[in-house]
């Protein structure tokens, strides 16, 4: 059955496990916030930082089956940026992919903690946690 799937990555290279979360026949949004770079960058807006993310986003889009409908850069909030995306794409399911708390970085630990634990919304919230 055909699910409307939300994806949301702070990871460059998580495509093999994404992969596996989605089917041939789902729609996708893929959204990356921008948490990968300083502190100093993070509080300035930094528009690399937002552009690298586009590209992963779109990266990780082409990477993955069924339909993709749009890959974006989203807020560095977590949270806000699947408030964002669920405000033009309805899911049914949205997948969090996350590195390890070992291995983020400082923006991306302020993220993650502000992200939904279980649903949002009413639309449930997995996570999977993939090593860089």
Same mark, same amino acid.
């Given at each position: ?5 939300? &994806? ?7 495509? #093999?496990?994404?992969?596996? %979360? ?5 729609? &996708? ?17 930094? %528009? ?7 590209? $992963?986003?779109? *990266?990780?889009?082409?990477?993955? !089956? ?18 964002? +995306? ?5 899911? #049914?399911?949205?997948?969090? +992919?996350?590195? !390890? ?5 400082? $923006?991306?630990? &302020?993220?993650?903690?502000?992200? !939904? ?7 449930? $919230?997995?996570?999977?946690? &993939? *090593?860089?």
């Amino acid at each position: 059955m055909a699910r409307k799937v939300l &994806i949301v990555s702070t990871l460059e290279h998580g495509d #093999d496990v994404l992969r596996a %979360q989605v089917g041939e026949a789902d729609t &996708i949004k893929v959204v990356v916030p921008v948490v990968r770079q300083g502190v100093l960058d993070w509080l300035a807006n930094d %528009q690399r930082a937002f552009g690298r993310a586009e590209r $992963v986003a779109e *990266r990780t889009a082409e990477q993955l !089956p069924g339909e993709t409908v749009d890959a974006v850069a989203g807020e560095a909030n977590i949270g806000l940026a699947i408030r964002d +995306a669920l405000a033009t794409f309805p899911a #049914d399911e949205i997948v969090v +992919a996350v590195r !390890p708390d070992e291995e983020e970085g400082l $923006v991306e630990s &302020i993220a993650t903690d502000s992200a !939904p634990q279980h649903s949002l919304e009413g639309v449930p $919230v997995r996570y999977v946690v &993939i *090593r860089d």
